[in-house]
């Protein structure tokens, strides 16, 4: 994910060279390094999410069990339950990284449709402007392709059943948030949270440090337009 937010050091360092305008910054060299630098950072956050422990081993983006499950988890391991709602806890996060791969594709193909002015916003746009743009245009799509994929790891899960059971009557009367209401949609959001959470860290890690991690690709790029 270095290479994503490397692009993003631009605004910082850019504001220490006087001389780079606005417009300089849809040079098209400038526009194509970005966006080569965005693609090989989105093909990184696939890659650590989506091998074995990519969501369970990372505090950071692990799915816990849904908020209205997590009430009554004690009393279920008193009632020797603790094993099902393990079980539950690691097919949604082997859920979440068996369909994190699907949204390569889509995460590229949104860098190659990036326009010129959502190159410059990016650039010159707060801490987590990358992390929006990808948001905005891939979220709706991601949770298409994610969503047959975590139904078909957890259908086998009796908990998790029961749970969709409980959580469809319980959202009919409000006691069960409406995101919480099946342990699909409830995972692929997770998912989503979790792909989008740590590309804004590492953003805004870049951004603190851009001179510290700045690539010689982008060195050379916007050198070049400077």
Same mark, same amino acid.
């Given at each position: 994910?270095?290479?994503?937010?490397?692009?993003?050091?631009?605004?910082?360092?850019?504001?220490?060279?006087?001389? @780079?305008?606005? *417009?300089?910054? =849809?040079? #098209?060299?400038?526009?194509?390094?970005?966006?080569? !630098?965005? %693609?090989?950072?989105?093909?990184?956050?696939?890659?650590?999410?989506?091998?074995?422990?990519?969501?369970?081993?990372?505090?950071?983006?692990?799915?816990?069990?849904?908020?209205?499950?997590?009430?009554?988890?004690?009393?279920?391991?008193?009632?020797?339950?603790?094993?099902?709602?393990?079980?539950?806890?690691?097919?949604?996060?082997?859920?979440?990284?068996?369909?994190?791969?699907?949204?390569?594709?889509?995460?590229?193909?949104?860098?190659?449709?990036?326009?010129?002015?959502?190159?410059?916003?990016? @650039?010159?746009? *707060?801490?987590? =402007?990358? #992390?929006?743009?990808?948001?905005?245009?891939?979220? !709706?799509? %991601?949770?298409?392709?994610?969503?047959?994929?975590?139904?078909?790891?957890?259908?086998?899960?009796?908990?998790?059943?029961?749970?969709?059971?409980?959580?469809?009557?319980?959202?009919?009367?409000?006691?069960?948030?409406?995101?919480?209401?099946?342990?699909?949609?409830?995972?692929?959001?997770?998912?989503?949270?979790?792909?989008?959470?740590?590309?804004?860290?590492?953003?805004?890690?870049?951004?603190?440090?851009?001179?510290?991690?700045?690539?010689?690709?982008?060195?050379?790029?916007?050198?070049?337009?400077?």
């Amino acid at each position: 994910m270095r290479h994503l937010v490397t692009a993003l050091s631009f605004v910082v360092f850019s504001s220490h060279a006087a001389a @780079l305008d606005l *417009g300089s910054i =849809s040079n #098209t060299d400038a526009s194509q390094g970005l966006k080569q !630098a965005l %693609m090989q950072g989105a093909e990184r956050a696939v890659s650590q999410l989506g091998q074995a422990g990519g969501f369970l081993n990372n505090p950071q983006v692990k799915i816990p069990l849904p908020e209205s499950m997590q009430k009554a988890e004690k009393a279920m391991r008193m009632f020797g339950m603790g094993k099902q709602a393990d079980e539950l806890v690691l097919k949604m996060n082997q859920a979440a990284e068996a369909a994190v791969p699907e949204a390569k594709t889509l995460l590229v193909n949104s860098v190659k449709q990036m326009s010129v002015q959502d190159a410059k916003d990016i @650039l010159t746009g *707060g801490q987590d =402007s990358a #992390t929006q743009y990808f948001r905005k245009t891939t979220s !709706a799509p %991601m949770a298409e392709k994610f969503l047959p994929i975590v139904k078909k790891a957890t259908q086998n899960v009796d908990l998790a059943q029961q749970y969709n059971k409980f959580a469809e009557m319980g959202s009919k009367y409000g006691l069960v948030n409406k995101d919480q209401a099946n342990i699909e949609q409830y995972v692929t959001q997770k998912t989503l949270d979790g792909v989008y959470l740590m590309m804004a860290e590492e953003e805004k890690a870049i951004r603190q440090d851009p001179m510290g991690q700045a690539s010689s690709l982008l060195k050379k790029v916007f050198g070049a337009v400077k």
